[in-house]
């Protein structure tokens, strides 16, 4: 079965600092889809990039950057010049293609991230 | 913007209650989910459903069932409430059925005690 490992429980940074989150998953599909949500303090996810597993480009977004490496089955994320907003707890997912054909996600365990003024 | 809209934020209910999770959303989206979340267990899918009265379990449908009468609308049912499903539900929804997965469109999540 498909599996997302997010090691980091919790990471404290103080703000203006880089922070990477890591994920590494496993999967027997060829075709696959990974995401990072952000859940702030709030409660709601919010979705925050998706990636095809055909393109291995990284992708930058503001601050926001994540390097996608197949070779290592890794999708990190990093925050560059981290803002005390960025507290959230950050999940890494993976779709999974289900017996019946339909496809859903598989998360991590999420890592709680707190940025420090 | 898609809004998912869960219809309580808050729920207690006592052992052995039958309890209705109710979610809607707002954007004709085929695909509908429901997760639990619990500290240092991270998103758990108990069951979704990808068309009207169709469902399939996820990966902790034991103590609930589910149902799809209308597109918009999927709802969690527990049966016979146990402190263990004290959690925080998540509802979600996607466009796409049987497609390429889309990103997964969370509603604010319905924090159920069950005492």
């Known amino acids: 079965a498909q599996k997302v490992t997010q090691a980091q429980t919790e990471i404290s940074v103080v703000e203006k600092e880089d922070v990477t989150l890591d994920c590494v998953y496993e999967t027997r599909d060829t075709t696959y889809y990974l995401f990072w949500y952000k859940q702030p303090p709030s409660g709601e996810l919010v979705f925050l990039i998706r990636r095809n597993s055909f393109d291995e480009q990284n992708e930058i977004s503001g601050r926001y950057s994540w390097n996608f490496q197949k070779s290592t089955s890794s999708f990190n994320f990093t925050i560059t010049a981290s803002q005390v907003v960025d507290s959230a707890v950050y999940f890494c997912?993976?779709?999974?293609?289900?017996?019946?054909?339909?496809?859903?996600?598989?998360f991590g365990k999420g890592t709680k991230l707190t940025v420090n003024p | 913007d898609v809004k998912v809209t869960q219809s309580s934020r808050y729920l207690v209910k006592r052992t052995g209650e039958k309890v209705f999770l109710e979610c809607v959303q707002d954007m004709d989206h085929e695909n509908m989910f429901w997760y639990r979340q619990d500290p240092g267990l991270g998103l758990r899918l108990i069951y979704f459903?990808?068309?009207?009265?169709?469902?399939e379990k996820g990966d902790i449908p034991e103590g609930y069932s589910v149902s799809r009468e209308k597109k918009e609308r999927f709802s969690l049912i527990l049966e016979s409430a146990s402190t263990n499903q004290t959690s925080m539900y998540l509802c979600a929804s996607s466009q796409g059925q049987g497609a390429p997965y889309r990103s997964l469109h969370f509603g604010n999540g319905t924090r159920l005690t069950v005492t």
């Open positions: 459903s990808y068309d009207v009265k169709m469902k």
């Open positions: 997912a993976l779709s999974e293609l289900t017996q019946g054909g339909s496809e859903k996600l598989v």
